[in-house]
C-alpha cells in the first residue's frame, strides 16, 4: 500500500512559488504633542563682553597693543598732574592761611589777653595815683579797653558761628562792659575819698583774674592750635603725586625702549615731549615742596615758637605789675595762706608770676638766633632783675608802716618799679616786633615756593599726554 507524504502535494499537481516576507520596520518614536511655546532664545552677550573680546583680539595685532600703550601712556600722565595740581593746592593754600589767617588771628588772640591784662594794670595804678592820675595812664587804659574792643571785633569776624571760639568771644563782649563798668565806680568813689572804692577795683580785678583773663587765654590757645593744623596740612610731602610721577617716567621709559628695539629709531618726538614734560612737573614738585616746607619749618622754629614765649613772658610781667599795685590797694585785705604760713595774696602772686616771666625770658634768650633777637630780651632780663630788687624794697617800706614812700617807690616817676616794668614792656615788644617780622619773611617764602606749580603741573601733564598720543600716533601710521 502506498502512502502520499504529508505537507506535499499530490502527484500531478503543480507547486505554488513561495510568497516574499516585507522587512520587519523598526518601532518609531511617537512624536510629542506640540504645546505652543517656542524654544527659548540663545543668550546675546553683553557690550562689555564683546568690547573685551576686540580688546583681546586687537591686543594680538601690532596697532591694537600700540594704541593700548598710548592710552595708559596718557592716562597715567593726566592723572600724575591732577593728583600733582590737587595735593599743591592743598597746600599752598595751607601755606596762605598760616601767612594770612591763622597767625595773625592768633596774635590777635595774644593781643586781646595782653590789652586786657594790660588794662587791669593800668586801672591799678591810676588808682593809686588818686586825683594825681595823668592823663597818660588815662589814655592807656583806654587804648588798652579800645585795643580789645577792635580785635574781638576781628576774631568774631573770621571765627565760624556757632564754634567755641565764637562762643568765648560773645562772653569777652559781655563781660567787657562789665569790668570798665566797676572800674568807673571804683575810680569815681576813689576821687571822693570813699574806702568803698578799693572794693570795687578788686572785684573789677577779681572779674578779670577769674573770667576774662581764662577766656582770653582759652580762646588764645585755640587759635594757636589752629594754626599748628594749618602747619600740619601744608607741610606733608605729597607722596601720591610724587609715586605717580616715578610711575609715569618708568612707564615712558619702557615704551621708549621697546619703539626702539623694535625699529632701531633712537627717539620719537613725542615721547621725548611728553617725558620731559613730565620730568619737569616731577622736579618742580620736589623742589617746590621741599623749598615750601623748609620755609615754614624755619618760619615755625624761628618765629611762632619764639612770639608764643615773648607772648607768655609780657603776659607775665602785665599780671605781676598788676598784682603789685594791688599789693598796695588791698593793703592786706587779702591773704592765701601756703603751707603754715600766710601771705599777702597779690604780693604772692606777684612772686609767682615774676618766676614766670624769668622762666620766658630765659627760654626766649635760648631760642633767639640773631642779635637783633637777643638784644632786646637780655634788656628786659636786666630790668627785670632791676624791677625785683626795687619792690623788694617797696615791700619792706610797705611793711615798715611807711605807706607813701612805698607807694611813691612802686608808681612813683623816677626810680620807681614802674620804670623797670615799662622797659620790661618795651623791650619784648621790640623782641616781638622782630620775630614777627621774621615769621612773615619765612612763612612768605614757603607759601611763593608753590606759586604756579598746581596750574603749571596741570599744563604740563595735558601737553605730556597729548605727546604720548602723538608719538604712538606716529607708529601707528606706519601700519596704513
Not at 573680546?53 to 600722565?77: C, F, K, N, Q, S
Not at 578799693?198 to 592750635?225: F, I, S, V
Not at 597779690?346 to 622762666?359: I, P, S, T
Amino acid at each position: 500500500m502506498t502512502h502520499t507524504p504529508n505537507g506535499t502535494a499530490p502527484p500531478g499537481t503543480a507547486t505554488p512559488a513561495p510568497v516574499p516576507t516585507l522587512p520587519a520596520v523598526p518601532p518609531q518614536p511617537v512624536p510629542a504633542a506640540p504645546t505652543g511655546a517656542a524654544p527659548p532664545p540663545r543668550a546675546r552677550r553683553t557690550a562689555f563682553a564683546e568690547g573685551v573680546d576686540r580688546l583681546r583680539g586687537a591686543a594680538t595685532t601690532e596697532p591694537g597693543r600700540l594704541r593700548a600703550i598710548g592710552a595708559v601712556l596718557a592716562v597715567l600722565v593726566v592723572a600724575f598732574g591732577a593728583v600733582t595740581a590737587w595735593q599743591t593746592t592743598d597746600r599752598a593754600a595751607a601755606a596762605d592761611d598760616v601767612l594770612t589767617s591763622s597767625r595773625p588771628l592768633s596774635s590777635d588772640a595774644a593781643d586781646i589777653y595782653r590789652s586786657l591784662a594790660d588794662a587791669n594794670t593800668a586801672a591799678a595804678g591810676n588808682f593809686l595815683a588818686g586825683g594825681q592820675e595823668t592823663a597818660a595812664s588815662r589814655d592807656r587804659y583806654e587804648d588798652d579797653i579800645r585795643t580789645a574792643a577792635a580785635k574781638l571785633v576781628n576774631a568774631a569776624a573770621n571765627s565760624d558761628p556757632g564754634s567755641p571760639s565764637a562762643k568765648t568771644i560773645t562772653g569777652l563782649n559781655r563781660l567787657l562792659p562789665e569790668y570798665k563798668g566797676l572800674v568807673e565806680r571804683a575810680r569815681t568813689y576813689n576821687r571822693q575819698g570813699y574806702p568803698v572804692g578799693g572794693a570795687y577795683l578788686r572785684y573789677a580785678n577779681e572779674k578779670m583774674q577769674q573770667e576774662m583773663l581764662p577766656a582770653a587765654e582759652d580762646l588764645y590757645t585755640r587759635e594757636n592750635q589752629r594754626l599748628r593744623d594749618d602747619y600740619a596740612d601744608a607741610t606733608p610731602y605729597p607722596w601720591p603725586a610724587l609715586a605717580l610721577g616715578v610711575l609715569a617716567l618708568a612707564a615712558l621709559a619702557w615704551a621708549m625702549r621697546r619703539t626702539y628695539l623694535r625699529t632701531h629709531r633712537v627717539l620719537n618726538h613725542g615721547l621725548v615731549a611728553a617725558t620731559a614734560a613730565t620730568t619737569v612737573v616731577l622736579l618742580w614738585l620736589t623742589a617746590g615742596h621741599t623749598l615750601a616746607r623748609s620755609g615754614l619749618h624755619d618760619s615755625y622754629d624761628h618765629g611762632v615758637r619764639s612770639l608764643d614765649v615773648l607772648h607768655d613772658a609780657r603776659i607775665a610781667s602785665l599780671k605781676a605789675r598788676g598784682n603789685e599795685n594791688l599789693t598796695l590797694v588791698a593793703r592786706g585785705a587779702e591773704t592765701t595762706k601756703v603751707g603754715d604760713e600766710t601771705f599777702d595774696a597779690y604780693d604772692h602772686a606777684f612772686g609767682r608770676e615774676m618766676g614766670a616771666l624769668a622762666e620766658g625770658l630765659a627760654r626766649a634768650q635760648r631760642l633767639a638766633d640773631d642779635a637783633g633777637g637777643a638784644r632786646p630780651v637780655s634788656s628786659a632780663s636786666g630790668a627785670m632783675t632791676e624791677w625785683r630788687k626795687r619792690h623788694a624794697a617797696a615791700r619792706e617800706q610797705d611793711e615798715n608802716g611807711n605807706y607813701q614812700q612805698a607807694l611813691d617807690m612802686v608808681i612813683g616817676a623816677k626810680g620807681a618799679a614802674g620804670e623797670c616794668f615799662d622797659s620790661v614792656d618795651e623791650n619784648l615788644a621790640t623782641a616781638l616786633e622782630h620775630e614777627e617780622d621774621e615769621f612773615e619773611r619765612a612763612a612768605g617764602d614757603g607759601r611763593d615756593a608753590l606759586t604756579g606749580l598746581p596750574s603749571g603741573a596741570a599744563l604740563l601733564s595735558v601737553l605730556g599726554a597729548a605727546g604720548a598720543v602723538l608719538g604712538i600716533g606716529r607708529r601707528l601710521s606706519e601700519y596704513r
